[in-house]
């Protein structure tokens, strides 16, 4: 499973958006290098778990996690 996450600027619809777009390009990106689409799902949390508040915090929100689906 890929987390898509954002920073908390911009609304919320765009920042689920924005994860969503994050997130398939980081699938494509794998599938393209033989992962099986089949076993790669995104999940956009938007800014949903946003706290930073200075510019260095804030880049480090704007990511996508794996995680094992079991």
Excluded: C, P, W
């Excluded at 958006?17 to 689409?37: H, I, M, N, P, Y």
């Excluded at 938007?46 to 995680?67: C, I, W």
């Amino acid at each position: 499973m890929l987390e898509a996450h954002a920073d908390s600027v911009g609304t919320e619809e765009y920042n689920i958006l924005l994860t969503e777009k994050r997130g398939q390009k980081v699938k494509d990106f794998l599938v393209e290098k033989g992962v099986s689409a089949d076993n790669v799902r995104v999940v956009a949390k938007g800014s949903l778990e946003a706290t930073a508040t200075t510019e260095s915090e804030m880049a480090k929100e704007r990511k996508v996690k794996f995680f094992k689906e079991e």
